[in-house]
């Protein structure tokens, strides 16, 4: 096993633009709005780009080497995260996301919890995440009147901004605003409104699970230093972990054989060395680490965010005790 990248998955969506050219050169033409850079869906999966398995399917490298891939303690009939960088030179729909259950039984897909580091924003560039001063019925009549706007919340955003968008969260990316999103496996929206788009809506849907109590914050988290970087516990969840590492020069840890890794770069440049393999790690890469890999070294000096499904209790007795106590 070596750390793993997969090819980018461009789709072009109305909203998108030509954002992910300020740091890549592979983009098809026309007006991409994501990338889908570590996928194991039905909708979009990867290719793997680099080393001996180059040009394997993400889903023939689970079928053949399973537990190895993605760790003993995961799913491997079903990959559970996402990867993409998403990038808006228009509206995102304002919409809402269903949690497994209810996605589960109408969908037959998962439900999606995601989370948004801003890679890139415009000035005055700005996010909705959740609402205000409403509940379900106020917000009915304003999808029927087409006047959102005083119940939306709204919150200016820079690089760096981080939020936890929970499902039953409304939310939409304004203009101006490129994310890293890190989210379960799923593809599964339901459109509120759409700024008269002529696209589908799906209200009846939303409002099924939209939950008015959630509020959107922007996520500071707690940072500890360690030799050679700082690493701040982001989120902490039962979908996802994220822990942002800023490297300063050397970091070296090894993989858990219960669980898969992956990072993404949200700033700077440096590389990846294992079982000796080497990596180049740009901005806006992503790539995963599998369960199996042993020791790793990360050299350089960026910003790298690690994504993996935790085990939850561990994961607060180990990581979030020692902070608070």
Not at 166 to 172: M, P
Not at 183 to 208: C, M, P, W
Request: proline content about 3%; charged content about 30%; hydrophobic content about 35%.
């Amino acid at each position: 096993m070596y750390p793993i990248k997969f090819e980018n998955l461009y789709y072009e969506r109305i909203w998108g633009g030509r954002g992910l050219e300020k740091f890549r050169d592979n983009m098809p033409s026309g007006v991409i709005g994501e990338s889908w850079d570590i996928a194991c869906h039905r909708n979009g999966t990867g290719i793997i780009e680099n080393g001996e398995l180059k040009e394997m399917s993400f889903s023939e490298l689970i079928k053949k080497y399973g537990n190895e891939v993605v760790g003993d303690k995961m799913d491997k009939e079903t990959f559970p995260l996402l990867i993409k960088l998403i990038t808006a030179d228009d509206k995102l729909s304002v919409q809402v996301h269903p949690d497994d259950e209810y996605a589960k039984k109408i969908e037959n897909d998962l439900g999606k919890t995601e989370a948004w580091y801003v890679v890139d924003a415009e000035p005055n560039a700005s996010l909705i995440v959740g609402t205000k001063n409403c509940d379900k019925e106020t917000f009915k009549k304003a999808i029927e009147l087409s006047d959102l706007d005083p119940y939306l919340n709204k919150i200016p955003v820079k690089k760096g901004d981080m939020f936890y968008v929970k499902s039953g969260l409304v939310h939409a990316i304004c203009e101006g605003v490129t994310i890293a999103e890190i989210q379960q496996s799923s593809d599964t929206t339901y459109r509120v409104y759409d700024y008269n788009r002529g696209r589908e809506i799906h209200v009846e849907k939303a409002l099924d699970v939209i939950d008015f109590s959630l509020k959107g914050e922007n996520i500071k988290g707690v940072t500890i230093h360690k030799e050679g970087f700082d690493k701040t516990i982001l989120c902490l969840s039962e979908f996802f972990t994220i822990q942002k590492y800023e490297v300063k020069e050397t970091v070296t840890e090894s993989s858990d054989k219960d669980r898969f890794y992956l990072f993404t770069c949200v700033d700077g440049e440096g590389k990846i060395e294992a079982n000796g393999t080497t990596l180049d790690i740009k901005f806006g890469d992503s790539f995963l680490i599998p369960a199996y890999l042993g020791e790793y070294t990360l050299k350089g000096e960026f910003t790298l965010l690690k994504s993996y499904v935790p085990d939850l209790l561990k994961e607060k007795e180990e990581i979030v005790s020692p902070i608070l106590f």
